[in-house]
């Protein structure tokens, strides 16, 4: 299978696989946009990168979670009505209230399939846990992350969407993790070194799910971009893992998985 990735900002990104777009948690606003999490605000310190075309024709959103790094009003603006929708609950809400009428709320553990003209295609949303303080993943509030599986009658390929979550190895113990050709790390340490503590996963976290899950590709996403991701990318690079391939703003990375 051939995959093309391309890298919006943030948590958002298009993955083609052969002939099906997907989009991933639509966040468009400028640089220098102030978004207000009420426990803290946070500062866009690079612009997303798209035209026109980036959003055109794409066949699957998905959707972790509403926080306004994840979706806000200029990226509910680029869903159209007749795009197919996977999102966590609340997500599913405010997609709703926007008038996008093809929404399939997904949770933990759930499933939805559909095909394309060349594969059938399996979504499982898994648990996302955003935060290493139990009290900040509380008020987190639930978050999706997702395993997509590929198949045709030649191969069957595994992708995995962490959303925004910590490293707890006994989430992994499920056979959906098994065989992931592509992982797709939401990284940042998002507040690390704050009272709030850690909400995203971190170089050293990174580190022990590239060990328990061994993926042949890692594209990491979610960092840089907003204030609080406040790991920069150097450290996942001094990960050294050939694996990993670092993502510019819309420059596309081709993969035969």
Avoid at 152 to 174: A, L, P, R
Wanted: proline share 5%; aromatic share 10%; charged share 25%.
């Amino acid at each position: 299978m051939n995959i093309q990735f391309n890298w919006v900002g943030g948590a958002t990104f298009i993955l083609e696989i052969d002939d099906f777009r997907i989009a991933c948690d639509p966040v468009l606003c400028p640089k220098d946009t102030i978004q207000d999490f009420f426990w803290f605000k946070s500062k866009r310190t690079e612009d997303p990168v798209f035209d026109e075309k980036t959003f055109k024709n794409i066949d699957l959103w998905l959707i972790t979670h509403p926080h306004e790094d994840h979706l806000d009003r200029i990226g509910l603006s680029v869903i159209i009505k007749k795009s197919t929708i996977i999102a966590n609950p609340k997500a599913s809400a405010q997609l709703r209230k926007n008038q996008l009428s093809k929404v399939h709320t997904l949770r933990w553990n759930e499933q939805f399939c559909l095909s394309s003209n060349s594969h059938e295609i399996k979504i499982e949303a898994v648990k996302a846990v955003h935060g290493i303080n139990p009290l900040s993943a509380l008020f987190a509030g639930n978050v999706n992350g997702y395993v997509l599986t590929f198949s045709n009658e030649k191969e069957t390929k595994t992708i995995y969407i962490t959303g925004d979550t910590v490293y707890k190895e006994k989430f992994y113990q499920s056979p959906v993790f098994s065989g992931i050709d592509l992982l797709i790390p939401n990284m940042g340490g998002a507040k690390k070194g704050s009272w709030i503590m850690t909400l995203t996963l971190d170089a050293k976290m990174l580190k022990n799910l590239i060990k328990k899950l061994n993926p042949k590709h890692i594209i990491p996403v979610h960092f840089g971009t907003f204030s609080h991701y406040v790991e920069p990318v150097s450290k996942t690079e001094a990960l050294a893992d050939e694996r990993i391939i670092i993502p510019e703003h819309g420059k596309k990375i081709t993969l035969a998985l």
